[in-house]
């Protein structure tokens, strides 16, 4: 009797031992998957969600409208590896230590990604990095080596080298399908950070789309020929589409006869060389009749900016199209396998793009055109379709944002905060200014050094290093930023409350004068230059 009493006691405690572990599976499983959808310089106003007329991206706008679209969504500086490193750690750059893509990147610090696979997570990170050493945080990781390349490129697979054949953005939608389909432990939640190289320079389309924007004519903004009154440091750019973009690299005006020699030509031969027979064969098609067109007409002036311009804006979108074309085949796969209601989809670009504006393309700029970056974001479980939100979220609140989905604690040392209760409407408490800074100079395209802090209505950005230039925006009245009003007496009370927010965002952040010293010498040093 005791025996029988004894082996039932030790079938129920397994039953219910095993019931309570399948119990615990199923909270792991529970906790939401996220997928990070990441482009590198995609403008918001190239996508339709966000309301432009240029270009149709129905697949991203899909996360908008079963989910939320952020109006001001910002980056904290505004150029590639800075902002992945910003994103990674939750931390300003001058704290990361990747303040601009020269300085290395410190992987051994903590990340999202570290904190997630420490948490039950199953980790991969595909496509643009652009973050030098095997990228820490990972289970999986395949990896283009720096900037990568549109045609037939090459992928760092956990740390070894291979070349694909084919487009870029493409082989990188391939590659986290089959991470989804063939590699994911099915009973583990997954972070999949997908980061497409795409439309970054030189705006190499997919053949597919080389044609499709051909019959459109695209009408600049209205401050294309910008004289940077009251600016000086805007004046100084080199980005500008018509003195600047080079006819044969970024324009692909790469002619036969030898007869349109830039500065930039060798380069474009050899994206032209690295592509196959057939390849070229396509490209050869689109644009040796343009080529052809381009040299008879002999453009000057007016003329040839808007035809730049609109060279520009073809390539350029026509790249995204092949963006849009995954986030479709990644949507439609999470629909296929029950894992959308589950899963945290975000999309956003490593920061903004100028499209003409100021007569520019390129970033860098706190200007409102690359200060900003599209981020939409769907999670059917806790966002409602539809949502709109206003607040200034920066990509610094990415990772505890994570991280606060994931239940996982936020650790102290992040900077950012998380937005979960402001996407789904649990508050409206939120920061009233954000800071940022932008560090590469002396650099490509010309840009000085500069911070500055932006509220609902105004920004105030100070250039130093060698410029000591104050501008204050009133972006309610002039969103195109083209008035300078910090010498405007009518501002003088809006531009001493606004001096004090920089002091305390700064004090906050513990960014300083001292800091952007200590930056500058390790910039100067790296490049080898005196000051
Ligand atoms: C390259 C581009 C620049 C671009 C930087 C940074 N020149 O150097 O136009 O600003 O990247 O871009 S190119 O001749 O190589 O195309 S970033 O997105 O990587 O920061
Ligand atoms: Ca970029």
Known sequence: M???FRIKLLAYTIVGLSLFSACQKKEEIKKPNIVFVMSDDHAYQAISAYGHELNQTPNI???AKEGAIFNHGYVTNSICAPSRAVMLTGKHSFVNGKVDNLLP??????????????NGYQTAMIGKIHIDGLPQGFDYSNVLPG???YYNPEFIENGDIKKYHGYCTQITTNLALDWLKNKREQDKPFLLLYHQKAPHRTWMPEEKYLKLFEDTTFTPPANFFDNYDKRPVAAQHEMGIFEHMDLAYDLKMLDEEGEIQTRLRKHAQNMYNRMDSAQRAVWDAHYKPIIKEFKEKGMKGKELA??????????YLSTIQSVDDGVGELLDYLDKEGLAENTIVVYTSDQGFYLGEHGWFDKRFMYEESFRTPILMRYPKEIKAGTTVDQLIQNLDFAPTFLDY??????SDIQGESFRNIVNGKTEEWRDAIYYTYYEYPGEHNVQRHYGVRTDRYKLIHFYYDSDTWEL??????????????????????????????VEVRAKYGDSD??????????????????
């Open 105 to 118: 990147f410190n992987w051994n610090q903590d990340n999202f990604a570290k904190q997630l696979q420490g």
């Open 514 to 531: 001292e800091m952007d010293q200590k930056h500058l010498k390790r910039f100067l040093e790296a490049k080898n230059l005196k000051h």
């Open 2 to 4: 005791k025996n029988v």
């Open 306 to 315: 808007l035809w730049k311009y609109n060279r520009y804006m073809k390539d």
């Open 61 to 63: 706008d899909r996360i």
């Open 406 to 411: 994931a239940g996982v604690d936020i650790p």
């Open 147 to 149: 900037q990568g390349q």
């Open 473 to 502: 925006y009133d972006l309610e009245r002039d969103p195109s930023e083209m008035n300078n009003v910090y010498d405007d007496a009518a501002y003088a009370e809006i531009r001493k409350n606004i001096h004090e927010k920089l």
